[in-house]
Every structure is written in structure tokens, then in C-alpha cells.
T-cell receptor, first 112, second 113 residues
């Protein structure tokens, strides 16, 4: 079954702690994206990557970091510099030929 | 600046009561417009992509249409299982290879039995 998996489903962060959200896809998509969703707001792009070992900042990259060491994987680290990390984080992927982005199930990050 | 506005914010329908959701957009040039369905606590599920004014696409009880300034998602004879938040997003021509979507804040649809 092809798709996008995100883990964990829920994640709790303590003050000053870095946490990493996992995103894996077996769709053979080249491009991967991370979005943040807050209540009452549209999804906002954090980072995206179109090729292994290359990624670009989106609109709200401050306080976040990513890596793309494998085509299938695009982990997102929420650093202690992100002062308001509580949100629903969504990973997406697409081919380079088509514009449609397909989303994973999401990770909800909560602050203790 | 690219903008997407969805209306209404929330809509309650009786089962079988047809209606439409609106997505108004402002972009310098439209490369594509996307509709997604999102259930609570889950990721968005892709529904449709529209590329040019006059284009229409259908899937079961849903039909999406596109004009130069807005898109409508028509729901015919909805059922309770159609209850979800419907998201609209635009991809401007100016995004180039980046494919940076601009999303609206969604319409929360509730269909009562």
C-alpha cells in the first residue's frame, strides 16, 4: 500500500527541548513538504525539498530544521527556538511533474 | 500577495439539502486550484485539481467549478458522511518550481441526519 506515514501521532515537548517529527513516503515522490496547521488558519509552509540533500525555507521556517538524506524521508525538528510550537504538523509529497500534493495523517505537537 | 478566502466558515445542512461552498482567490496568475477534504484529527484528502476557468470536475456528490476569481464546491444531496472541513488552495504561476500552495482557512460542513 503506497502512502505517507507520520509518527508519532501525538508528541509532547518540554520547555527547551528539541523534538523530531518523522515523515516517510513510499510513493516514489521527489518533492516533500512540511506544513503547520493552527485552528482557524490555513496551512502554512515550513520547509520543502525537491531533491535529496536540498531543501528550501517556506513562509514560517524560523525555529524549525529539516534534513533530506533519503528520497523517502523528510524529518522535521522543532527546536527550542520555536516559541509557539503547539500545532498540527502535516507532511505532504508530490511528483515533480504534477502539482497535486498528497498529505500524511499528521502529528499533533503539544507543549508540557 | 496571494490570498484565498473561503466562505462560509461553517455550514450546517440537513441530509439531502444541496448547497455550495465558495473559494475566492487573488493571485497574479493561477497555475492550479485544489480542493481537499479534512476529517477531524486527520490529514487532508485530495479531491480535485482545476486549472482553467470553465473547468468542472465531479466525484460522487461533489462537483467543483472554477472561474477567474473563484471556485465553488457544489454538494448535491449530502449525507452525514460528507461532514468534514473542506480546504481550498491555490498554486500561483509565480511559485515556479517551488509549488508553494496558499491555503484558505476552510469551511466546516456538518450534515445532519
Amino acid at each position: 500500500d503506497g502512502g505517507i506515514t507520520q509518527s508519532p501521532k501525538y508528541l509532547f515537548r518540554k520547555e527547551g527541548q528539541n523534538v523530531t517529527l518523522s515523515c516517510e513516503q513510499n510513493l516514489n515522490h521527489d518533492a516533500m513538504y512540511w506544513y503547520r496547521q493552527d485552528p482557524g488558519q490555513g496551512l502554512r509552509l515550513i520547509y520543502y525539498s525537491q531533491i535529496v540533500n536540498d531543501f528550501q525555507k517556506g513562509d514560517i521556517a524560523e525555529g524549525y530544521s529539516v534534513s533530506r538524506e533519503k528520497k523517502e524521508s523528510f524529518p522535521l525538528t522543532v527546536t527550542s527556538a520555536q516559541k509557539n510550537p503547539t500545532a498540527f504538523y502535516l507532511c505532504a509529497s508530490s511528483t515533480l511533474r504534477e502539482e497535486t500534493q498528497y498529505f500524511g495523517p499528521g502529528t499533533r505537537l503539544l507543549v508540557l | 500577495e496571494d490570498q484565498v478566502t473561503q466562505s462560509p466558515e461553517a455550514l450546517r445542512l440537513q441530509e439531502g439539502e444541496s448547497s455550495s461552498l465558495n473559494c475566492s482567490y487573488t493571485v497574479s496568475g493561477l497555475r492550479g486550484l485544489f480542493w481537499y477534504r479534512q476529517d477531524p484529527g486527520k490529514g487532508p484528502e485530495f479531491l480535485f485539481t482545476l486549472y482553467s476557468a470553465g473547468e468542472e470536475k465531479e466525484k460522487e456528490r461533489l462537483k467543483a467549478t472554477l472561474t477567474k476569481k473563484e471556485s465553488f464546491l457544489h454538494i448535491t444531496a449530502p449525507k452525514p458522511e460528507d461532514s468534514a472541513t473542506y480546504l481550498c488552495a491555490v498554486l500561483p504561476i509565480s511559485s515556479g518550481s517551488a509549488r508553494q500552495l496558499t491555503f484558505g482557512s476552510g469551511t466546516q460542513l456538518t450534515v445532519l441526519p
